[in-house]
Structure formats: C-alpha cells, structure tokens
C-alpha cells in the first residue's frame, strides 16, 4: 500500500508484529458499514463519480458475501482488516478501488469500525443484564417471604428474605446498566473524515456519514478523534464492575451451594461431577464467573496502561487496543449467561434456609429492639442485656426462643412474655419495614416496581 517510498518489503518478524488482521477480522462488518457510508458520501458529494461510488459499494458487498461464507483471510502482508478488505475489493472491481481511500485514512477508519464494535457489544450486554434481572426479580418474586439469615462477616447476622438477597444484585445490575447507557451516550460521535489526524481538503460531510452509521454527530477535533480510546475504555470499566458483581453473586451460590449449608441447589447444566469422587457436583460455572472477572479487571489495566502517556496523535501502541476488549466482551457475555441461567434455574432449599436463619441467634437485635420500645431500655443497655441471653441460650444450646421467661427475667426483670413475639424470624423480618428494608411487603413493592421496569406484566 505504501510500496512506492520503500526499496524493500518488511523483514518476517516485522510482518508478524505489524499484522493485526489475526484480531481485528471481527471488525469486518463494521468496516464494511463504514466504507460503504463513506464511499456513498463521497458520491453525493462529487469528490468520487456516482457510478464509482456504485460500484465500490457493490464491491464492498461482494466482499462481505465472501466473508460470511468463507470468513476474513489472514494475509499478514495486508496487516488488518481494512487493508484485506481493500485489497479484496481492488481484486473483485479492480483500480476503482483505489478510490474510496479518498479523504480517510485507517485512523480515522479503525476509530470508527471500533467504536461502532464497542456499541454494539454495550447494547449486547445490555440485553444480558436485562435477561439476568428478569431471573432475579422472577426467583426474588417466589421468595419474598422466604427467611434466611442475612450476614455481616459472614456471621449471622439478622434474618431477611431470600427475594431482599436476590433483589440486591438486581440493583446492582440496575445501576451497572445506567453506566453502559452513560458511555454509549458519550462515545457515540463519529470519528470518520478525521483522517489521518488534521481533518481533510476534500470537500466531505461528516454529518452525512455520522448519521448514516447512527452516530448523534461528528467528533470535534480530528485529532482527538484518532487519538480517542476512552469510549473502549468506558466500556472496560463498566465491564469490570459488571464482573465484579457477577463474581459476588456467584461466591454466593458457592458458598450456599457447600454442604454445610445447603441453601441451593444448582441445576446439574451449570455444574459438573468429580472423575474420582462419586458424590461430587462442584459448582465449577459459578467458580469461572468468579476467575473471569479478574481477567476482565485485567484487560481494563491492560488497555488503560497501553493508553498512558500517549502523544497525540495515533500511535501503533493503539493496535493493541482490540485484544483485551474483545477478549473482556467475551468472557462477560458468557458469564452473565451463566449467573442468568443460574439464578434462573437453581432451587433454594428454604427449609434449610430458615432453620439457619433461626440458629444464628439472628434476632438477638429484636431483642434489644423490645426492649427499647417496651420497656423504655436504652439502646446501649438492651445490647448488653440481649448479649447476656445470647450467651445464655449459647450455654444451654438452644434458640433466643426457648430460654424460658423465669430465665429471661433473671437476666433482667423487665422482660415479660410478650417479648416472644418479638423473637421468631418471621416478626423479625415483618418488622423491618422501613422503605428497602427485607419486611416482605417491602419486598414485594420492590419486585413489582422492578419488573414495571423490565417490562414484565
Ligand atoms: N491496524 C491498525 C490498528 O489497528 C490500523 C491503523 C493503522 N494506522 C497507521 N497509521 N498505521 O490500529
């Protein structure tokens, strides 16, 4: 392509560290996108004839018809995708190709093709994380009344229901959505006609071409636009916090899934046996979901550390910027697949659930809480006297419940029998009803505002 100022061709190594095309064929759609939006521009405006313009465009899809059926050859002499896709395109239609270059340069052409990429795997995941949140609210809906305990330090902590649990990460997954909306509202501006880095003499329209690839508008500043990879960026980062969150979901169903507690059990699609233990289904889909976030967390630090200390304008460092991305988008798709079929298709053992809840001394704050209200304790003193019944119950063995009053009353002799009702993990939980806390009516308005927003009935 840039034959005439060189008197010999590139040593093999540098054929091999120069060649993109091994990653960047995923682009070709993008690339063809992009080339024919450019190329119809330069026909309407009379910079290429509107029978070249015709036949490019034709050419182009000829191209692409190769590359569904037959996929994008790896040619290293041609470096990346848009070289063997112009170089095709001058095989099929033949020096009219040379022409649609006019007015770009592969600056400009590999910012476009990979911010339209990026676009479309934000709606992507998008859709992902609308699927997974339908499982939740779905499962969450089921067990609004459903008493686990609720933990701190993974101590047992205060009973709630299994719907407020699962509810939370639909909320995560709410606010992990609105970041991807975010960047897809900030990154869509389209970089083409920026050229090289300094904007071109030919007389385009960049709004055209924006418009024509559902762009909002053209990029200001040619040389931020070749230079830009904060939209990939925006897309890592959101990427990393969705892992980030699909790894605390799945260390959940791990840890719920062990025998010692017995809260779940996943489906035996998302789990896998042991070749020397019979008895074994390990919950090795979870476990992934959990290992690949680090590998997402990575291919931000990969990309943002590529990015540091750049000068404008385009650097060849930047070629490297479609590895980790592509990679990350990957392994999110398959494990927001995973959690969704997980959440969606595990069966919550709430019998085991529930004894749980009651073993853990969890409404010991009920306790204290009576005591405050009933009989008018304060709040510092009702936790020393609840510690002391704790301990008690500790000592003999058994629930809050089932110390009797004679002993509660030696404890402190304000406690009267009414303090049992207070006690059991269903008034627990009932009486927790401030707004977003786990009383199941709250739960239940929680669901119903969640799946108006999903759109479910
Ligand atoms: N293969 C290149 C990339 O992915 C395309 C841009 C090349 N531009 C250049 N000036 N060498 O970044």
């Known amino acids: 392509m840039w034959g005439g100022r060189f008197a010999e061709g590139p040593s093999a190594i540098m054929r091999e560290i120069n060649a993109s095309i091994p990653f960047d064929k995923a682009l070709w759609r993008q690339d063809i996108a992009a080339s024919k939006a450019h190329v119809t521009m330069l026909g309407a405006q009379g910079i290429v004839s509107a029978e070249d313009a015709k036949t490019i465009c034709e050419g182009l899809d000829r191209v692409a018809a190769e590359y569904e059926a037959d996929g994008v050859p790896e040619d290293w002499d041609l470096e990346d995708i848009h070289m063997t896709t112009e170089s095709r395109l001058a095989e099929l239609i033949g020096p009219v190709a040379g022409r649609l270059h006019t007015a770009r340069s592969r600056n400009d052409q590999v910012a476009t093709d990979f911010k339209l990429w990026v676009r479309t795997a934000i709606d992507q995941t998008d859709d992902g994380l609308a699927a997974l949140q339908r499982a939740l609210v779905t499962q969450a809906g089921a067990h609004a009344d459903s008493i686990m305990p609720g933990f701190t330090h993974l101590q047992t902590a205060q009973p709630v229901t299994l719907g407020h649990h699962l509810m939370a990460y639909y909320e995560m997954l709410r606010r992990d959505r609105s970041r991807l909306a975010d960047a897809r ?20 329209d960049r709004d055209v071409t924006s418009a024509a690839l559902q762009f909002d508008r053209p990029t200001a500043n040619s040389l931020d636009a070749v230079s830009d990879r904060d939209f990939a960026l925006d897309y890592l980062m959101a990427a990393s916090q969705i892992a980030l969150h699909l790894s605390r979901l799945a260390e959940e169903f791990i840890i719920w899934a062990s025998q010692p507690f017995g809260f779940v059990r996943m489906a035996d699609s998302l789990s896998t046996g042991s070749s020397i233990m019979p008895q074994k289904k390990n919950p090795d889909a979870a476990e992934l979901v959990r290992g690949h976030a680090g590998r997402v967390i990575g291919s931000t630090t990969a990309l943002m550390v590529t990015m540091k200390g750049l000068p404008l304008a385009y650097s060849k460092d930047m070629q490297d910027d479609k590895p980790p991305v592509f990679e990350a988008a990957g392994l999110l798709a398959l494990s927001i697949a995973a959690m969704t079929g997980m959440v969606a298709d595990s069966t919550f053992n709430t019998n085991r659930m529930r004894e749980a809840a009651e073993l853990g001394y969890a409404t010991a704050t009920d306790l204290a809480d009576w005591l405050v209200t009933e009989a008018d304790i304060p709040f510092r003193e009702a936790h020393h006297i609840t510690g002391a019944a704790v301990k008690l119950a500790e000592q003999k063995g058994v629930a809050l ?42 739960v239940k308005q929680q669901v119903a505002a969640a799946r108006k927003a999903l759109g479910l009935n």
Do not use: K, W
Request: charged share 25%.
């Open 401 to 442: 419940d089932e110390l009797s009053l004679d002993e509660l009353q030696a404890i402190d002799e304000r406690i009267d029998d009414g303090v049992y009702s207070a006690l059991s993990v269903e008034a627990s939980v009932a009486a927790r009803a401030s707004y977003g806390g786990t009383a199941p009516e709250q």
């Open 185 to 204: 509202m900030r990154m869509n501006e389209s970089p083409l006609g920026s050229a090289a880095l300094a904007g071109t003499g030919f007389p385009i």
